[in-house]
């Protein structure tokens, strides 16, 4: 461990910015447990509070065994009773309770800290049967913390004092619970640029790095941290040298991004005069300010898993219906791109209890599981169908591998629209359907999947890792995911020809139409629409206004003649540098 002294460790960027703040490390067990102190008249509470958390935790325990010994075998039960064993070890049980009495501290605290004795000595011991309890232990143990302070997004969301999150890995739903206010940065071992963790940073506007591999371990709570998450780089107890340089670079980076908004009103377009639609990407509906405050025309993705994250049961139609026609109205004149449910991958719903997948990214998710499970489907179709008498509405659907999907989808969208009429529900019968291309064979397909799709929506960020097989939350192969890869052009390149053949638009709202460097690249291939993080919206405005489409043409043209992603992102910073030089701040 680092103690004290400056230490610079490099990362991936994944939400731009810099903050200067103190870190409060969330432990690798995943919980944040701070050192509580009780009054006097607590402790009996405490102590209650204690007990009732072993008696829940040993319900759970008893109905997992019970189920695993039906389902699988007696034998597979028994391995639960060695953690009954743990809840009801009176030794254990008493010390905790006579230290929460001594030294006034929260049973959490305690508990964490007798835990954690009990695995020294285990770990410690020659006896091999006894070491492998050390799991069991760990097991119940985080069960019952769990039960004690409830889930750990109550901890990041009640967070009192401003604080840099340094963790291991953050879910998506972590993210979405952070407190805005108070979370200020974070940094991760792991994680790379599009995980949904990733992307939710960058719609809260908290800088973040990710992929550190070792911050964990450097940092202790309380540490003076820089996250630099425009270039990837943290800082652990910096000098003051170190604290001055980045607190001008922080000032300059606020500086040029007000001025960046100064275009929020002027139209995005060409100096030819060629319009684009500029619109951002949102999670949940609070993002609609964001969108507007950026000078978006509009939200081209709307990721509606995000409303069915941190709950225990599935939104019902009208939970939902009200959550999209504020949006619809929110937005209003502009439109919103709605995306049926895209569970799966990196992203879980707790009370679906999907089973666990070998290839997450590569299973039962998005429209798979949406056609598996036409009553969710439904649900959610009805309730963006009744929204779309709100405002302008479009909607498209995630994860579309051929054209049976689609044509299997837009059915139960048909039927979903003769019971709403038959009900005599109002909607927008000429509402636009659009597949999103994020599959390969979609890509290749993209002639067939026209027929029957009013608009594309290239979806990068699953389309790079598979067509370059690239892992798009694993760090070790981050060098590896490349967007100016030649395959990927390709792919683009194909999709937005074959729309345009069959005469509909075509969009991008992966993160990749947020990628300054690929502005001049996308806009030369023929992208008719950028759907990014809001963040993102004025620089990629301050690029398409500045270049005429001849020029941007020759860009894509020549780019593509080019045979690596290295040699292809080269040509296109250098030809962004000749293009508007004064850029250089985020290109460098
Ligand atoms: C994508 O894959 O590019 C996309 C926009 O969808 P998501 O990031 O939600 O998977
Ligand atoms: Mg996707």
Request: net charge negative; with cysteine.
């Amino acid at each position: 461990m680092n103690r004290g002294k400056e230490l610079i460790l490099r990362g991936i960027p994944a939400a731009p910015g810099i903050v200067i703040g103190k870190a409060l490390l969330l432990d690798r067990e995943q919980y944040v447990i701070p050192k509580r102190s009780l009054k006097d008249d607590q402790v009996t509470g405490e102590i209650k509070h204690f007990k009732d958390a072993l008696i829940q935790t040993k319900q759970e325990v008893m109905e997992i065994k019970k189920r695993i010994s039906e389902e699988l075998s007696a034998e597979h039960g028994q391995i639960f009773s060695a953690h009954l064993l743990v809840i009801e070890d009176s030794m254990l049980i008493e010390e905790v309770i006579s230290k929460i009495k001594r030294d006034k501290l929260s049973a959490e605290y305690v508990f964490q800290d007798v835990l954690k004795k009990y695995i020294k000595v285990f770990s410690e011991m020659d006896d091999e049967y006894l070491k492998e309890r050390i799991s069991d232990i760990n097991d119940i143990g985080k069960r019952i913390l769990k039960n004690l302070i409830g889930a750990r997004e109550d901890a990041l969301s009640t967070l009192k004092d401003k604080a840099v999150v340094i963790s291991y890995d953050l879910s998506p739903s972590d993210t979405a619970t952070m407190h805005k206010k108070n979370v200020i940065g974070f940094a991760t071992d792991i994680g790379s640029r599009t995980s949904h963790t990733a992307i939710m940073a960058k719609s809260l506007e908290i800088p973040a790095v990710v992929g550190l591999e070792t911050v964990t371990k450097e940092v202790q709570n309380g540490d003076t941290v820089i996250v630099d998450g425009t270039h990837g780089m943290v800082v652990l107890n910096p000098t003051p040298a170190t604290l001055k340089h980045y607190e001008s670079s922080r000032k300059k980076l606020v500086a040029f991004g007000k001025s960046l908004l100064d275009m929020k009103g002027l139209p995005c377009e060409t100096l030819d005069g060629r319009k684009i639609a500029l619109m951002a990407n949102i999670e949940l509906q609070e993002d609609v300010a964001s969108v507007i405050a950026h000078g978006a025309e509009g939200i081209g993705l709307y990721r509606t898993e995000y409303f069915y994250m941190n709950r225990k049961d599935l939104p019902t139609e009208e939970e939902q219906f009200k959550e999209y026609s504020m949006v619809a109205k929110k937005i209003r004149p502009y439109t919103v791109v709605i995306r049926t449910l895209d569970l799966g991958g990196d992203k879980f719903l707790s009370q679906l209890e999907i089973p666990q997948e070998m290839n997450p990214f590569m299973g039962w998710r998005a429209i798979r599981f949406c056609l598996a499970r036409p009553d969710i489907f439904k649900t959610q179709l009805r309730a963006i169908l009744r929204a779309s008498a709100f405002g302008k509405l479009k909607m498209m659907y995630p994860m579309i591998s051929g054209i049976e999907e689609l044509k299997q989808a837009n059915i139960i969208f048909e039927e979903t629209k003769k019971d709403l009429r038959r009900e005599g529900i109002s909607f927008d019968e000429n509402m636009e359907v659009g597949a999103m291309i994020e599959v390969p064979s979609a890509a290749l397909t993209a002639d067939i999947l026209a027929r029957e799709a009013d608009f594309f929506s290239i979806g990068t960020n699953d389309l790079i890792q598979y067509s370059l097989a690239v892992d798009r939350v694993n760090e070790k192969i981050a060098y590896l995911y490349e967007p100016a890869h030649p395959a990927v052009l390709l792919l683009i390149k194909n999709v937005i020809e074959a729309g345009h053949r069959a005469g509909i638009w075509v969009g991008m709202c992966g993160e990749m139409s947020g990628d300054i460097v690929m502005t001049l690249i996308l806009l030369g291939l023929g992208l008719d629409e950028f759907s990014t993080s809001p963040i993102a919206i004025p620089e990629i405005k301050r690029i398409i206004r500045s270049v005429n489409m001849e020029e941007a043409k020759e860009v894509a043209q020549q780019a593509i003649t080019l045979s690596t992603g290295k040699e292809i992102e080269k040509f296109a910073r250098r030809k962004l540098k000749e293009i508007i030089p004064d850029l250089a701040i985020e290109i460098e």
